[in-house]
């Protein structure tokens, strides 16, 4: 996939989910799959999306295990993530990322040892929304795909790193 496509559909998933708060982060535990709420970081989405947690959670013991997440984003369209999960202990990208809100959700600061960061590098995503900006994604990730365009599907898959 060209640079140019796949530019393209990074801004798309951007504009699709850059004004949805919360996000839900799904793990893979023994007993099944797990999700819950997450606070998305307002960072300009370059393909990889990022979280705060503590160490004493389960998703962070639950990534250690297996590195498969999903992330879901609903909105004025719905969106669905699929990648790999980090835990990132850098204090540098920590302090960048760290706002006051965190301060009062976590009860700590980002210097704390127990507070790591979640960096999900997005591998596809699938998306449902509902007007013309959906015609218009459908075509081009169609035509990129080299699928037909006479589908009129309502939601799109688009692959991020093959």
Do not use: C, H
């Not at 998933?13 to 819950?36: N, Y």
């Not at 990534?63 to 369209?77: C, E, P, R």
């Not at 706002?99 to 600061?109: A, I, L, N, R």
């Not at 997005?122 to 998306?127: K, L, N, P, R």
Request: proline share 1%; no cysteine; glycine share 4%.
């Amino acid at each position: 996939m060209s640079n140019m496509m796949k530019q393209e559909e990074l801004e798309t998933l951007r504009e699709l989910i850059k004004d949805v708060d919360t996000a839900m982060l799904t793990t893979v535990t023994e007993e099944g799959l797990v999700s819950r709420p997450m606070k998305t970081q307002e960072v300009e989405f370059d393909g990889d999306l990022w979280f705060f947690t503590k160490k004493e959670t389960n998703k962070y013991e639950e990534i250690l295990d297996d590195q498969d997440v999903n992330v879901a984003y609903a909105g004025k369209s719905y969106v669905s993530v699929r990648g790999r999960a980090e835990i990132v202990e850098d204090l540098d990208k920590k302090k960048e990322l760290w706002s006051k809100v965190y301060e009062k959700v976590m009860q700590t600061s980002y210097d704390d040892p127990n507070v790591v960061l979640i960096k999900v590098k997005a591998e596809a995503a699938e998306y449902w929304e509902t007007g013309n900006f959906t015609k218009k994604i459908a075509f081009l990730y169609k035509r990129m795909t080299g699928q037909s365009t006479k589908s009129t599907d309502v939601n799109e898959t688009v692959e991020l790193n093959k």
